[in-house]
């Protein structure tokens, strides 16, 4: 069974990244600095997915454990793991990266030379490239081309909401999605054979998925709370940035 180490056990985590490995027969370790959460995940070792749209489902995510982003732990997990993904925010990538690149360290220096491939899982361009610049800056020359031969950094585009909703019966795990998801990975930056994930789409040209995101989604939900904002406000209250916008 393949290995992933998932940091960022919130709802985003366990709803849409976790759950796609885990359904693919990945054997995940969650990494979170949220002690509660870590603590009952590890004990539990399984949580239900709320899956609501056009039909209702519940699944239930196994093959999971979990482990505090801020212990040694983690860093033994990476040494022996196929993949690293992420869910954690754009700004908290600066703050994993040395815990990564010294679960890199302990990889090469007990001479793992297995492919590592790292998916930064985030709402930004390249979060992937910006992630490996910040681990980088932890790791010698020689660490650095170590990295190079054995590591793939992937970038990747995500899509899926994640609404904000009361657990059921009380289960703090529990988490509700929409049953639409994308993650786009580019399978160019893939070090070893790529991994067959369900719900993982390869594509050579990452970018037109990102420019297709900005000018549908994106776009979409701009339009959506200007509208919102347009309608509730008094037309001389209305910041100048509001006004121009409806009428262009």
Same mark, same amino acid.
Not at 30 to 42: E, H, M, T, Y
Not at 50 to 68: L, Q, S
Not at 215 to 231: E, P
């Given at each position: 069974? @393949? ?38 995940l ?12 056009? !039909? ?16 040694? !732990? ?12 992420? =869910? ?17 360290? @302990? ?12 998916? =930064? ?35 990747s ?21 929409? +049953?639409?998801?994308e993650?786009?990975?580019? !399978?160019?930056?893939f070090?070893?054979?790529?991994? +067959? ?6 594509? +050579?040209?990452?970018m037109?998925?990102v420019?297709?995101?900005?000018f ?27 006004q121009?916008?409806?009428?262009m």
């Amino acid at each position: 069974m @393949k290995k992933a180490v998932h940091f960022g056990a919130g709802n985003i985590g366990r709803g849409f990244i976790g759950k796609l490995l885990a359904d693919s027969n990945v054997a995940v370790t969650f990494a979170d600095v949220n002690a509660p959460l870590i603590d009952q995940l590890s004990h539990e070792q399984k949580y239900r997915v709320r899956v609501v749209g056009k !039909d209702n489902k519940i699944d239930v995510v196994e093959h999971i454990t979990a482990v505090n982003s801020l212990s040694k !732990d983690v860093i033994d997990k990476i040494t022996y793991t196929d993949m690293i993904t992420t =869910a954690v925010g754009a700004n908290v990538l600066d703050r994993i990266a040395r815990t990564i690149a010294e679960g890199l360290q @302990k990889r090469f220096e007990l001479g793992n030379e297995s492919p590592l491939n790292i998916i =930064a899982c985030e709402n930004m361009v390249r979060g992937s490239t910006h992630l490996k610049a910040e681990v980088y800056a932890h790791l010698n020359e020689e660490e650095q081309n170590q990295a190079e031969q054995y590591v793939g950094f992937v970038d990747s585009a995500v899509d899926r909401i994640v609404p904000p909703m009361d657990a059921a019966n009380d289960d703090p795990l529990e988490v509700t999605v929409e +049953s639409f998801s994308e993650w786009i990975v580019d !399978d160019q930056q893939f070090k070893g054979d790529i991994p +067959s994930i369900a719900g993982m789409e390869r594509t +050579s040209n990452l970018m037109a998925y990102v420019e297709r995101k900005l000018f549908t989604l994106n776009t979409g939900h701009c339009i959506t709370l200007t509208s919102v904002v347009w309608r509730g406000i008094a037309p001389f209250e209305r910041p100048l940035a509001i006004q121009s916008s409806v009428w262009m």
